[in-house]
């Protein structure tokens, strides 16, 4: 027998929701309705009501409304500090940060470039004088190498074969890089050193007994005259300075067709593919007694280096990677003399430009000149030398005649 009564269902259905309980007294609604005792929710659905509170089938008992789901977007949130878990990744604080970090590296880059500006070795080399050349088309640098042993200590003279007490100093690399304005090709010219030629104060003589009376200064001067070009700037690197910026950038990967033994400059190269380092380099691009045209070949060989070393120096490999950039930045910028009118970012130019030079020597009319104040010389052939920088005055493009290339002796 059931312990309900029989109309149990019917308790509840007045007007007043609410049942008479033992002795007529009225009873709590729903307090014999066992659904109360059910899970919240359990219940048939109604339909929502002001208040927060829903009716099944729109009459019945109020049932108390539901917290809303979590998986509501924005719903359930807790207040407060623990609410925040994902405010980070908001596009606002996403832009801020790489906005951050984007000045962070202006200012670094920034940094680094007036740093770097500041160790270039300034000199005031290029002065005007009566009968200097005029502007002319382009740009006109002039780049030497000296053989200063500035920066190198006894052990390094030793093992880099360079000497010690040298008296004065020469330049054993003058060449000169037009870089045109008409978007033509640069053009590279070697200045053998001993190219006779008149130096003012001095008579005639090497080119490059210029620098050893009187630097720089009276080196450009005297290239200018010869020229008819006027120099724009200038730029020059000792022995010490070449060998830290090879080994800076890692080395530089020539092939030579032949192998390269001179006791002179140290050279001990072996014939094929190899990665040179700074001393090694040095004594490449000294050597000269192995060849039957000596300093002519010489020149060429300096140029072909040159190349390959600028063409690395500016790669991608090197100039992304800060661990590479940085040293061989640092390490050519410590060791570079350049004129006063020189900016690092005109330094810049003229590496990318010294990538890919047409190049040549000074046309040639005999190479082994006799004068009587300095031995064997070089004569320059004047008419074709006269072409070919009133063409580069000119931005013209110069003949193909003229080009005689850079190649290794085989």
């Known amino acids: 027998m059931s312990e309900w009564p029989e109309d149990w269902f019917r308790a509840g259905s007045g007007t007043g929701g609410a049942s008479a309980g033992p002795g007529g007294a009225p009873a709590t609604a729903g307090a014999g309705d066992p659904t109360v005792k059910l899970p919240a929710g359990a219940g048939r659905p109604g339909t929502a009501q002001p208040g927060g509170t829903a009716r099944a089938g729109g009459d019945g008992p109020a049932w108390p409304s539901q917290p809303p789901s979590r998986s509501a977007p924005g719903a359930g949130a807790p207040a407060g500090p623990a609410g925040t878990g994902h405010r980070w990744l908001r596009p606002r604080r996403i832009v801020a940060i790489l906005c951050a970090l984007l000045a962070l590296v202006i200012v670094a880059v920034a940094g680094m470039y007036f740093y770097l500006s500041s160790q270039l070795i300034r000199r005031n080399v290029l002065v005007n004088y009566s009968g200097r050349p005029a502007v002319s088309a382009g740009q006109n640098w002039l780049i030497a190498?000296?053989?200063?042993?500035?920066?190198?200590?006894?052990?390094?003279?030793?093992?880099?074969?360079?000497?010690?007490?040298?008296?004065?100093?020469?330049?054993?690399?003058?060449?000169?890089?037009?870089?045109?304005?008409?978007?033509?090709?640069?053009?590279?010219?070697?200045?053998?050193?001993?190219?006779?030629?008149?130096?003012?104060g001095y008579g005639d003589n090497k080119l490059n007994a210029a620098y050893s009376f009187g630097g720089p200064k009276l080196l450009a001067e005297t290239v200018q005259?010869?020229?008819?070009?006027?120099?724009?700037?200038?730029?020059?690197?000792?022995?010490?300075?070449?060998?830290?910026?090879?080994?800076?950038?890692?080395?530089?990967?020539?092939?030579?067709?032949?192998?390269?033994?001179?006791?002179?400059?140290?050279?001990?190269?072996?014939?094929?593919?190899?990665?040179?380092?700074?001393?090694?380099?040095?004594?490449?691009?000294?050597?000269?007694?192995?060849?039957?045209?000596?300093?002519?070949?010489?020149?060429?060989?300096?140029?072909?280096?040159?190349?390959?070393?600028?063409?690395?120096?500016?790669?991608?490999?090197?100039?992304?990677?800060?661990?590479?950039?940085?040293?061989?930045?640092?390490?050519?910028?410590?060791?570079?003399?350049?004129?006063?009118?020189?900016?690092?970012?005109?330094?810049?130019?003229?590496?990318?430009?010294?990538?890919?030079?047409?190049?040549?020597?000074?046309?040639i009319a005999n190479a082994n000149f006799y004068t009587t104040n300095a031995g064997d010389a070089v004569q320059w052939n004047s008419v074709e030398a006269t072409q070919l920088f009133n063409d580069l005055k000119n931005d013209q493009p110069v003949p193909k005649s003229l080009l005689t290339g850079s190649r290794q002796a085989a």
């Open 145 to 200: 190498g000296s053989d200063s042993r500035q920066g190198l200590t006894r052990k390094q003279e030793r093992q880099l074969a360079t000497g010690h007490d040298i008296g004065g100093h020469r330049s054993d690399t003058v060449m000169i890089l037009h870089i045109p304005s008409n978007g033509g090709p640069s053009v590279l010219v070697s200045l053998p050193r001993d190219s006779y030629v008149p130096i003012p």
């Open 225 to 363: 005259n010869v020229t008819g070009l006027r120099i724009d700037h200038y730029m020059e690197i000792g022995f010490g300075g070449f060998v830290s910026v090879v080994n800076a950038v890692g080395g530089v990967r020539m092939c030579l067709k032949a192998p390269l033994y001179d006791r002179a400059s140290g050279a001990r190269l072996k014939k094929g593919c190899q990665t040179l380092n700074g001393a090694q380099a040095l004594a490449y691009v000294r050597t000269r007694h192995n060849f039957a045209d000596q300093d002519l070949q010489r020149v060429q060989d300096q140029r072909l280096f040159m190349r390959a070393l600028l063409t690395k120096m500016t790669s991608a490999g090197v100039m992304l990677n800060p661990f590479a950039a940085i040293p061989a930045a640092l390490g050519a910028a410590g060791t570079l003399t350049v004129d006063q009118g020189t900016s690092l970012y005109q330094l810049v130019q003229v590496a990318f430009a010294l990538r890919h030079p047409e190049t040549t020597t000074v046309p």
